[in-house]
């Protein structure tokens, strides 16, 4: 579960990170109430679980109370990226001598937390990494044995951080990776670190945060959020996650049933070679009648639909069971697009007697590109 960027800077202010002065506005007045505690200027930032916004036009700078008040009017009015604002971060303006990177994440061929630094903050951080690999400097963590000051001071005298600021850094990179390890991120990142020219000698803010908790953690971390399913904006995944499925959104016409992630990749990748998905949904360890039924209703609410293709196993799940759902859902809703049904495992023969009944297209062979083949005789391409 990704945090908005004000979430992410409660847990920093928690920590012992210096964070803004800020707040959280839902409306223009709100942003104004704020403002005005604050001091002009402010920074204006729409909160939206995105990455890029400035780029998107999502931060803007303000010195008076008008330019707030049109700024807040175009950003709440506005999406980011597709996501709609319905939140504004409104903070005090930093004034920035120079801009540190320091993120933690979990290395996907050790399992380890490895801490990144850099000079290089902002949101160019990738894009450094990627054509100036030197100036990113990373450290592998024991997560038996944890970090500690004298290893940050380490870290970051190699990128080069002078003597008067190195302990002030280095205490905030430890802070963080404490943080990072009590809420069991998968990343948690300050980009940027400020060094304030009015405190040069001391004067560091966390200007921006993005943290993201493992989701299996949710039960054991506890934070005053917002459910997540609150967060999710799409109303179909918001969906699929109602009715306990996993679900994303595409930007094709070929709806998509599998009984399983690896399953459901390797199907959306066989028929996006030739046809376009409009979503991916595996239906995770339970198939039932009226869980197949949920996800045929699922599936159907994206417009313009040309075909669905169901592809599922049956090792203990009784397909036969899903089977049903589908049918009674195809004939309650007068279902005319194609449906083309791979089933094998658990009372497969029962299985395809059920969806032929149906009027299901049934492929009874293991390969899902026989299948898949089968699905664009009936539709063609487009």
Not at 129 to 157: E, H, N, T, W
Not at 220 to 245: A, D, H, T, W, Y
Request: net charge negative; hydrophobic share 45%; charged share 25%.
């Amino acid at each position: 579960m990704r945090l908005h960027e004000h979430e992410g800077l409660d847990i920093f202010e928690s920590a012992g990170i210096p964070v803004p002065r800020r707040g959280v506005a839902g409306n223009t007045d709100d942003a104004l109430i704020i403002a005005g505690e604050i001091g002009y200027p402010v920074v204006l930032k729409a909160q939206v679980l995105v990455g890029g916004r400035g780029l998107a036009g999502g931060i803007q700078t303000v010195t008076t109370p008008e330019e707030l008040e049109d700024a807040a009017g175009k950003l709440f009015s506005a999406e980011i990226k597709g996501l709609p604002v319905r939140k504004l971060l409104v903070c005090e303006k930093a004034d920035i001598h120079s801009e540190l990177y320091m993120g933690i994440t979990i290395d996907g061929f050790t399992g380890r937390p490895v801490i990144v630094v850099s000079k290089e903050g902002g949101v160019h951080i990738e894009e450094t990494a990627r054509i100036a690999p030197d100036k990113v400097i990373s450290f592998y963590c024991d997560p038996a044995f944890g970090f500690y000051p004298y290893q940050a001071r380490m870290l970051l005298r190699r990128l080069g951080i002078v003597e008067r600021l190195l302990a002030i850094c280095a205490d905030v990179l430890v802070r963080l990776y404490r943080a990072f390890v009590q809420y069991e991120a998968l990343i948690a990142e300050i980009n940027p670190l400020v060094i304030l020219k009015t405190g040069y000698q001391g004067g560091l803010l966390a200007i921006d945060s993005v943290i993201e908790i493992d989701n299996s953690a949710l039960n054991r971390v506890k934070l005053p959020l917002p459910e997540m399913i609150e967060r999710i904006e799409n109303p179909l995944e918001r969906k699929g996650r109602e009715i306990g499925v996993t679900y994303v959104d595409l930007g094709g016409d070929i709806g998509i049933i599998s009984s399983g992630a690896g399953l459901g990749m390797a199907t959306m990748d066989i028929i996006g070679e030739r046809l376009r998905p409009a979503n991916f949904l595996e239906t995770g360890g339970g198939i039932t009648e009226e869980l197949l039924y949920k996800c045929m209703e699922l599936v159907m609410m994206k417009i313009d639909l040309r075909a669905i293709f169901i592809n599922v196993y049956g090792g203990i799940n009784p397909i036969h069971e899903g089977a049903r759902g589908v049918v009674r859902y195809i004939k309650e809703h007068n279902v005319t697009i194609p449906i083309v049904a791979k089933a094998l495992g658990n009372h497969q023969e029962e299985t395809w007697e059920i969806l032929r009944a149906g009027g299901v297209h049934v492929v009874t062979e293991a390969p899902t590109e026989i299948a898949v083949a089968r699905l664009f005789e009936l539709v063609g391409a487009r």
